[in-house]
């Protein structure tokens, strides 16, 4: 009899086949990425309106520079978010959280929180007294860091790791549309609500009233944000150990997630916080100084809110959409690499502007470019502190993380001033363009170790 031929070997399972460029974009389609769009549309609208277009409206009601510049210290509240974010992480809020859940109910209260301040922000003349409207800035920059910890939480938990960069690119683009409505929507309210001098060709004195209706409405541009929470599903919850006392709790949520972290890394915690604490470094320290050089080359108030908000913002959303999209695409590593390279190379661009004296076509070509470089590398950005943390302490690592990100360019780019001083603005747009270099070097670093060690 025959010996019976051995079986054919089993054939490998065919790799998945790439998703073409339709069904990659067709991910901005999904209900996650709509409900984006709208809170970031919310997460966006308070900052311009305790730090730019406030700072405006105090000027007209005569309010001296100085002390418009100590209550820029109201932003300091972004920058410690961190440190009750456990709180939102863990703590129900009385009947709230039971019926909407843990991370509706905080976003709702926070909206709430939001609204409430802005209306009696538009209630309060500055002219007559200050220190109500301090307050009331210090209550939305509050409830808008609070917001952001919740809801920065609920993208994470919402999708999985995959689509974390079109998540974070349709809230980068709801966020851009609410700073420009906060920014020139505010500010064109504002003039079309004033009453016209009754001397011909004089500047009306300072109104009240046509802030006042600015930042009604400014608070009633919150309310497509609580409409989605109020319509949006809850994302399944991670599972949290039942605490039995105060001080079991306080471990929790105090505790746990920087553990967790540091028990995940281990020794790749340093270089992963070292690159997040650099990686926008180029960005945030030539940012101090824009402003200033446009003034410097002669470049009108009109020219700059043209150029800057217009082609600015259209490009940075264009940034964002490219940079989700290759992200799914290529990966998130791949793309933050990109980001960090454009970033620092668009920072010589300006070098290049400060020798071209008043050239409004070469601003809008170095501003558009800068502020696509800068979409793109957000986006990565951003999808890479999701990928960092851990869905059980989503809300408290996330908030860490990304408030990690501004302290140092924040400390660097107060020296910045004093720099352009001593060696004029071309040296210093080439110098944080080389700050730069050392981000590429972390960015190779955190992709060997990450493929070494995949992130769980």
């Not at 340093?270 to 003034?295: C, E, Q, W």
């Not at 959409?321 to 290759?326: A, D, I, R, Y």
């Not at 004296?357 to 890479?384: E, K, P, Q, R, T």
């Amino acid at each position: 009899m025959p010996a019976s031929s051995p079986p054919p070997p089993a054939s490998a399972p065919a790799p998945a086949a790439q998703p073409t460029w339709l069904q990659t974009l067709k991910v901005y389609r999904e209900p996650a990425s709509l409900r984006m769009l709208s809170l970031g549309f919310s997460a966006g609208l308070p900052l311009l309106l305790v730090f730019g277009t406030l700072s405006f409206w105090l000027r007209e009601a005569g309010i001296d520079r100085t002390t418009i510049g100590f209550l820029s210290w109201v932003g300091l509240a972004y920058g410690f978010k961190w440190v009750w974010s456990p709180l939102v992480d863990r703590l129900p809020i009385p009947l709230l959280t039971r019926a909407l859940g843990r991370r509706r109910s905080w976003l709702l209260a926070s909206q709430a929180v939001i609204m409430l301040a802005l209306v009696c922000m538009a209630l309060t003349d500055p002219q007559l007294s200050l220190a109500p409207m301090v307050w009331c800035a210090v209550a939305v920059a509050v409830g808008s860091a609070t917001q952001d910890i919740a809801l920065d939480a609920f993208r994470i938990e919402s999708a999985d790791t995959e689509h974390q960069a079109a998540l974070a690119a349709t809230y980068q683009t709801g966020y851009r549309l609410a700073m420009i409505w906060a920014g020139a929507g505010a500010l064109w309210i504002a003039a079309r609500a004033e009453v016209p001098s009754a001397v011909a060709g004089a500047a009306a004195p300072y109104q009240h009233g046509p802030w006042q209706s600015a930042y009604l409405v400014m608070a009633l541009s919150m309310l497509p944000g609580v409409l989605t929470v109020l319509f949006s599903q809850e994302p399944v919850p991670a599972p949290v150990p039942a605490a039995r006392n105060l001080r079991e709790w306080l471990r929790g949520a105090l505790v746990e997630p920087f553990a967790d972290f540091l028990g995940r890394y281990g020794w790749h915690a340093a270089l992963i916080l070292a690159l997040i604490a650099t990686y926008r470094i180029s960005d945030v320290v030539m940012g101090i100084m824009a402003n200033p050089f446009y003034v410097d080359m002669g470049f009108s108030k009109d020219e700059v809110a043209a150029v800057t908000k217009v082609f600015g913002v259209v490009m940075t959303l264009l940034g964002a959409f490219v940079g989700g999209v290759l992200s799914l695409r290529m990966g998130v590593m791949r793309v933050l690499m990109l980001g960090a390279v454009l970033s620092a190379a668009s920072n010589l661009l300006f070098a290049w502007l400060s020798t071209r004296g008043h050239d409004v076509s070469a601003l809008v070509w170095v501003v558009s470019a800068d502020n696509l470089a800068s979409g793109i590398a957000s986006s990565a950005f951003i999808a890479y502190l999701s990928s960092l943390t851990n869905v059980q302490y989503s809300a408290t690592q996330y908030a860490l993380l990304s408030s990690m990100m501004l302290l140092l360019p924040k400390f660097v780019a107060g020296f910045s001033g004093k720099y352009v001083d001593a060696f004029g603005y071309a040296s210093f747009f080439n110098a944080t363009a080389f700050l730069g270099v050392p981000v590429l070097i972390l960015v190779v670093l955190a992709a060997r170790a990450q493929a070494r060690k995949p992130v769980r």
